[in-house]
């Protein structure tokens, strides 16, 4: 167990929904990551927040949007589903980049039928 | 801009056999460089980093990684590979608060 809880890990819903993936961060770490890893596209970076407030965007689809909470679990919401967003979504989280690196979760996998 | 190439997409080796795996990253600086295992079905896995010093860095699971500054270059070694290495290895370059991963590298290791 690395300490990051990722709910669900599993999830097949249809085009056209909406779905929400979320993490807890390890404990004591204010930074949570998302990515996104799909076979053809590799690891991409979605989206950053720290502490609450968003630090970074990446390759993040308009379609998607992600929220970190006061007690620092993450929400990672994706409306208007395609067949292409099937893929494994991590979230990851460090407390300083120089100490620790990135601890990932074991990740939702979404299946868009 | 930040880049990480792992110019191998699969390599395969022999049980007991020595493992070599490249990645080069493009950086303006001395970045923090990162090696992930990743299994099946699961999470990335640290299995060392580099931030500074000495350039020679050991890790979990038997693997080290050498930092090479003139070639840009972190490779990740294993002198004597098990079954159990099997697995998607990536290589990561911290900056600026952010990770850059390579496009991994798939290890398969015969009996």
């Known amino acids: 167990d690395s300490g990051v809880t990722q709910t669900p890990k599993h999830l097949i819903t249809a085009t056209g929904q909406r779905v929400t993936l979320r993490c807890s961060p390890r404990s004591g770490d204010l930074s949570v990551y998302w990515y996104q890893q799909s076979l053809d596209q590799g690891l991409q970076f979605l989206i950053q927040?720290?502490?609450?407030?968003?630090?970074a965007k990446g390759n993040i689809l308009e379609r998607f949007s992600a929220q970190q909470f006061p007690d620092l679990h993450s929400e990672l919401n994706l409306s208007s589903l395609e067949l292409g967003d099937s893929a494994l979504y991590f979230c990851?989280?460090?407390?300083?980049?120089?100490?620790?690196?990135?601890?990932f979760g074991s990740g939702t996998r979404l299946t868009v039928v | 801009a930040q880049s990480v190439t792992q110019p191998d997409i699969h390599i395969t080796v022999s049980e007991g056999a020595s493992l070599e795996l490249r990645c080069n990253y493009s950086?303006?600086?001395?970045?923090?460089l990162f090696w992930y295992v990743q299994s099946p079905g699961q999470g990335l896995q640290l299995l060392l980093k580099y931030f500074s010093g000495d350039t020679l860095v050991q890790g979990i699971k038997g693997f080290e990684a050498e930092f090479k500054r003139s070639q840009s270059s972190f490779n990740l070694r294993k002198p004597s590979v098990h079954w159990s290495d099997a697995a998607e290895y990536f290589c990561?370059?911290?900056?600026?608060?952010?990770?850059?991963f390579g496009t991994g590298t798939s290890l398969t290791v015969i009996p």
């Open positions: 950086y303006g600086a001395t970045p923090y």
């Open positions: 990851a989280s460090t407390g300083s980049l120089r100490d620790y690196g990135y601890t």
């Open positions: 990561a370059v911290g900056a600026h608060g952010q990770f850059y």
């Open positions: 927040y720290y502490n609450g407030e968003e630090r």
